[in-house]
């Protein structure tokens, strides 16, 4: 399961923020290229089983991924704004150059990452046959499961060498610079609340033992959630954090969809074809949702007591229904569950091993008009090591 070294890869990559002389009693991180960085390592590790420092090998993908993010922004803009004929004009004009260089930069990283994916699955398969044939003992246990090596080694995958890079291509853009805004958006909400910010700590210490000790058991069974799972979803507090930034920071700023079929919304009549677009946060801040205080960072709306009695009354259902940040339905985000993991394990170890807070605390952030909404300008922290 991938609990258990997204945690373990977490607690290193915090454990080891470079803050320069020791003898420092502080120092100040660039958080945002720390965590576009840290996430889409942590993702490689997620989404397709990579080893720490993968990215090294790949200097360039980065830079590539962002602007391939940022002239995404705009292809939605004009495919909201523009008619069919003048849309296909303006988008192959636009980007044609430097779009395709860096498409076709990061469709050779995905080849590569899908090329090692298959070995290790031929390799494993191989080990078992070798293991039948010689009734030697057991197989060597083959590389923990990731994303794309189960959808390859679904038994109905019927998958083309396009279709899996396609997949990769998604998983990879979708997986790290989302978790990366939501991150960051994390520490904004912890710096300007530092009594929520001690809670936290505090939540986190008294949970490290159990925390640390749930990654040696090893009972897992495929029905039974692995120890460290459960230890992470058994800190409340944590997970309200955690919710309450998706809620007021939704990652993705639009999301399109295109009717397949006629249909009514609220009574109005959507032709089939129509273009959707629609924008998380128009629900995620409706006070008739989630009260007067719905524009307010308020974690406790997420604990089960408060819950009970919030605007919604005791319909906790409905109260996942009314958060859009990973949209619902068919199309709904595949990876929420890793994301929220990523977050949790992230925010935990800088919890415990920082204290953080904004290094211009007049400054005010605000989201990118991007396809993602990360923060701007870059944010900018002051880092404090919490005394064990
Ligand atoms: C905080 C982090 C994240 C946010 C806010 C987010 C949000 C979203 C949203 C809003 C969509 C579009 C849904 C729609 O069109 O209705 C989406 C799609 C998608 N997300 Fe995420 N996501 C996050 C993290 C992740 C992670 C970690 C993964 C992979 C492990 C992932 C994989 C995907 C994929 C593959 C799609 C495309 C699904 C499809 O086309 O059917 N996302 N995400």
Not at 90 to 113: K, M, N, P, W, Y
Not at 256 to 271: D, F, K, R, V
Request: charged share 20%.
């Amino acid at each position: 399961m991938l609990s258990g070294p997204l945690w373990e890869r977490c607690q290193a990559i915090v454990q080891d923020i470079d803050i320069g002389s020791t003898h420092q009693p502080e120092s100040t991180l660039n958080i945002a290229q720390w965590t576009s960085h840290s996430v889409l390592d942590l993702s490689g590790l997620a989404v397709f089983g990579q080893e720490p420092g993968w990215l090294a090998r790949y200097p360039d993908l980065p830079a590539s991924l962002e602007r391939r993010v940022a002239t995404g922004h705009i292809r939605k803009i004009v495919l909201a704004i523009f008619p069919q004929p003048i849309r296909s004009l303006l988008l192959s004009s636009l980007f044609r150059v430097q779009e395709l260089a860096d498409l076709r930069r990061i469709q050779q990283v995905v080849r590569d990452l899908a090329c090692i994916e298959r070995q290790k699955i031929i390799k494993t398969n191989n080990n078992n046959k070798q293991s039948q044939n010689t009734e030697c003992e057991d197989p060597p246990p083959p590389p923990p499961l990731n994303i794309i090596s189960a959808m390859l080694q679904s038994a109905d995958s019927s998958l083309s060498e396009e279709e899996v890079i396609g997949h990769i291509l998604i998983f990879l853009v979708g997986a790290s610079e989302t978790t990366s805004a939501s991150f960051q958006w994390m520490i904004i909400e912890l710096c300007k609340h530092p009594n929520v910010q001690t809670r936290l700590r505090e939540e986190v210490q008294s949970h490290w033992p159990s925390l640390s000790l749930s990654l040696s058991s090893a009972n897992t069974t495929p029905t039974k959630p692995p120890p460290l799972f459960s230890a992470i979803k058994s800190l409340p507090y944590l997970r309200a954090v955690v919710d309450e930034v998706l809620r007021l920071h939704p990652a993705v700023v639009l999301t399109e969809h295109e009717a397949t079929q006629q249909t009514t919304i609220s009574g109005t009549l959507i032709p089939k074809g129509t273009l959707l677009l629609s924008p998380p946060l128009a629900t995620n801040l409706n006070p008739r949702l989630w009260g007067d205080d719905a524009a307010v960072f308020n974690p406790g709306r997420f604990l089960l007591d408060n819950m009970n009695h919030g605007a919604l009354g005791d319909e906790s259902g409905r109260l996942r229904c009314a958060n859009m940040t990973f949209s619902h339905g068919p199309r709904s985000c595949p990876g929420q569950s890793v994301a929220r993991l990523m977050l949790a394990c992230l925010t935990a170890g800088f919890v415990h091993s920082w204290e953080v807070s904004l290094r211009d605390p007049g400054q005010s952030y605000v989201p990118a008009e991007a396809v993602y909404a990360r923060p701007m300008p870059d944010l900018m922290v002051t880092l404090k090591k919490v005394l064990e």
